[in-house]
């Protein structure tokens, strides 16, 4: 039997209508444009206001980008099989947020569910979708990364809040016998709840009652520590596969890095030598939108990338999760783009 290879066929993305740049960000918190640039490389961030998504959670970025891929691939709604949503910040305990997701686009023949993975969601969203594609069961399903993050933001903590947007994007992934698509990942998990966490509205703390400390239903993070493991972990990872698949600098095409850093990117490009024409980098416009940034990436890339092209995406989050993964990417990005 011929092996069953999940190939990308397309992307949609969504960014909120609301931006929150560095000037503003200086009357929120004691910071500087100049400082968020030196030590993070953010300029602005998407915020999802209240006005704009309507009591809808991430479900609204998602379901927009979706609408976009569907708009732009013209595939037939009810062809899709499966739609998984990496999130941490769903719209609800439940349902899922691929629910809402597959209840208001309206496809009829999906199943779907979510995954919470942090910042690597989507890199471990994209094995799992091939692995339902290898299966030869599926043949044709969408995956969502994207975060509500200024929902879960402590907008007093200037050591995190500047880092984090809000955003979503989707790819559609199809079965293919040609030698497209993903090839293989490098996936880890460990344990580590201090450096970075959401300490109150799960399970262990806070379903039963109000908290009185709303800060512990927020992002908390050591910084230097959660950095050093981010260049640590994500340079070892796509090392690894690299040099796995006999992978030289010239003959990747693109990294597709987590967008954490400016200086966390540069340090895993350095690692293999890559320069930094080959590195998909918004974060200055978009900043951190967790499991969003590499869909996003993929997004706002589309129209450059090639065929044939060879990527290695990497991601690094709380957990915490990590990883890479090398695909050949299946089709000319500039048949969407045509301006
Ligand atoms: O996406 C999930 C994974 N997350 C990450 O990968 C994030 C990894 N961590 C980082 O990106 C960086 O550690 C941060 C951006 C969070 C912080 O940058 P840093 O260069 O590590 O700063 P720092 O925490 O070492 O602080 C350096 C100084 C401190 O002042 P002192 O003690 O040296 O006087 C901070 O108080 O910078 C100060 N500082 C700020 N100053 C102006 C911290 N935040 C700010 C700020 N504006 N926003």
Not at 276 to 292: C, D, F, L, Q, W
């Amino acid at each position: 039997m011929e092996k069953i290879n999940a190939v990308i066929t397309g992307v949609g993305g969504y960014v909120p209508q609301y931006i929150l740049d560095n000037d503003e960000m200086s009357k929120i918190v004691d910071t500087s444009d100049e400082w968020i640039m030196e030590r993070i490389g953010v300029k602005t961030r998407h915020i999802l206001k209240d006005e704009e998504r309507n009591g809808a959670g991430v479900s609204y970025m998602m379901t927009k980008a979706v609408q976009e891929l569907l708009q732009k691939t013209q595939i037939d709604p009810d062809s899709v099989e499966a739609v998984i949503c990496a999130t941490s910040t769903p719209d609800y305990v439940l349902p899922s947020t691929a629910s809402l997701v597959i209840g208001n686009v309206g496809l009829k023949n999906a199943f779907g569910f979510d995954m919470e993975a942090a910042c690597a969601g989507f890199l471990y969203a994209m094995e799992m979708g091939a692995g339902l594609i290898a299966s030869g069961r599926f043949k044709r399903i969408i995956l969502c990364g994207g975060d509500f993050l200024s929902a879960i933001t402590n907008y007093e903590d200037r050591t995190t809040c500047p880092i984090f947007g809000d955003g979503a994007a989707c790819v559609l992934m199809e079965a293919t016998t040609e030698n497209y698509g993903l090839i293989d990942s490098y996936l880890r998990t460990n344990s580590h709840y201090d450096p970075l966490h959401v300490a109150d509205g799960g399970t262990a703390n806070g379903f039963q009652q109000e908290t009185d400390k709303p800060r512990r239903r927020m992002i908390y993070q050591e910084g230097r520590f959660v950095f050093k493991h981010a260049v640590t972990n994500m340079s070892d990872a796509v090392e690894y596969i690299a040099k796995k698949h006999h992978l030289t600098n010239e003959d990747i095409a693109w990294i597709v890095p987590h967008q954490a850093n400016i200086r966390i990117e540069e340090a895993v490009a350095r690692r293999i030598d890559v320069p930094k024409e080959k590195v998909m980098i918004n974060i200055e416009r978009v900043a951190n939108t967790s499991a969003g940034t590499l869909p996003l990436c993929l997004w706002e890339y589309e129209k450059q990338l090639k065929k044939g092209d060879k990527l290695i995406f990497t991601a690094f989050g709380a957990g915490f999760s990590w990883g890479a993964s090398y695909m050949i990417w299946g089709y000319d990005g500039s048949k969407f783009n045509k301006d």
